[in-house]
């Protein structure tokens, strides 16, 4: 599937017409109840038209006229819960739908997806929540503004002929006024959102980082520019409710040219000179039942003008090509990781990351990569996750090309510990269960004592049942990396990557750490980025990506 550029327009359009069709089945009953609810609002507009005229002294209506009439209100009405209710059904399975759908392409990109994760999150919460009225009521509205107008209009046209043609011209004023009222409100929606996406990208930003901004004293500055970004929002949102307004306002307009111009054609009902009362007062009475479907259709328009909008900003995403390459087979219980001569660009307009890097680890070999910062030791381990592909040379995994295994399937191959690990919110249990999610408790309890997790997990109040991480009971630095080497032993891979993973502790911790750590890498291929100082804890081949910048040599350890 070709890339979509963001905001584009085809984009949108293929991949609403693609959740429509997904979402057919679901469609066509809020779509036939609308017609019965047509239907019945057409009988009761006779029934009620027969009352009336026998109330001006024409024709004999009694009670069962008015009872049918009660009976068939009590029916509209549920019929329009029912309605309501299969129109959320719909939505709510297409946004179920697309949440999965963005979920896994997330999820897949894994750190290669660069958005801000305030960003991420507006786009799977507001940008599909935003989708929902496109399904849940647009689509049924617009089938419904077309079929039940033309069976009100045709009913009223064999009461007096005149009278549908004058609401059917009233009703083809409905699209033509949402459309002119809906230019410029399409592009407002978006810029609304846009508006949205950054207050929400700064403000989780501005959370993260609050100790450092109180540090700083930047509080009461950082409120005044989030402040400013909330009035943008503000003022963008009124502009799109004053486009609705007006919308709304048109809407009214017809109407009222519609009612007007059918009691001007009946006017002799008032003195009581009309030569077809009932069928008068029913063509007067199929106004409302005429205009209950395009009212819908007006109310919608807006919500499918917003859903365009979302469906823009989520088509790149979606449409992006499914990670694409070989399965394997099984995981190779020994790994030897050869470069050659691999180059890794982020960014057109900078140097290479890695410009003809080559070195070979063999199993149960340690490498060290050191070099100052940002001298690539990081893309090294970003290329051996599958997070990134390189641009140029060579880099295999027992001889075999890692760029034709589907990068999920690399990750199969390592575990990782990186400089700070994430403690999610739940027990430590589950924190290092993570790394396999069917392993029993003996091994996670032995993963635990191999990362000497137990040793301060016995001081906490449930031990290894203790529930951490956010607002739970806090782990140190240490401990969290403790956590992050215990995934690693868990997960039991041929191939252990670490990137500093003792850069943020202090001696004694990171004496602790790194025992645990050496005690992870015997027997297996192991990569570690570190500074040099870390180095020394290791016992392993260095290789020094800082000093091989020009050097003609850049194969090490072959
Ligand atoms: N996502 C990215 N987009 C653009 N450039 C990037 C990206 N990630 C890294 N770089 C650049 O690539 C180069 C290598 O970065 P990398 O993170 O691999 O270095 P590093 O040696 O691990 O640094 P550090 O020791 O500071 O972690 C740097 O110049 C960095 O600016």
Redesign the pocket.
Known sequence: MAAVPPGSETGAATLLAGEARATRARLIPPILLGLGIAACGVAQAFLIARLLAMLLGHGAAGWPDLAAAAVLALLMAALGIAQERTQQAAGEEAKARLRDRLFARLLAAGPAD?RAVGEKSALVVERVEAMEGYFARWIPAAMLAVLAPLLVAGVAAAADPLSGLILLGAGLLVPIAQAVSGIGAGLASRRQFAALQRLSGRFLDRMRGLPILVLHNQQDAEAGRLGAAAEELRARTMRVLRLAFVATGAMELIVGIALASLAYRHGHLVSGTHPAPVEALFCLLLVPVFFVPLRAFAGAYHEQLAARGAAADLAPLLAAPEPEGLLLEEVPPKVTVTFHEVR?T??AS??P??DGLSFRVLPGETLL?T??????????L?LLMGFRRPDGGRIAINGHDVTLLRPAELRRLSSYVG?RAHIFRATIRENIRFARPDADDAAVEAAARAAQVSDFAADLPQGLDTLVGDGGFGLSGGQAQRVAVARAFLRDSPLVLL??PTSHLDPGTEAAVLDALRRLCVGRTAIV?T?ARAARGYFGRTLD?GAMGASADRMAGN
């Open positions: 660069e890794l982020y960014d900078r140097p990351a890695l990569l070099g100052p910062s940002g001298s690539g030791k990081t893309s090294v970003r400089q990137d500093e980025a500074h990506l």
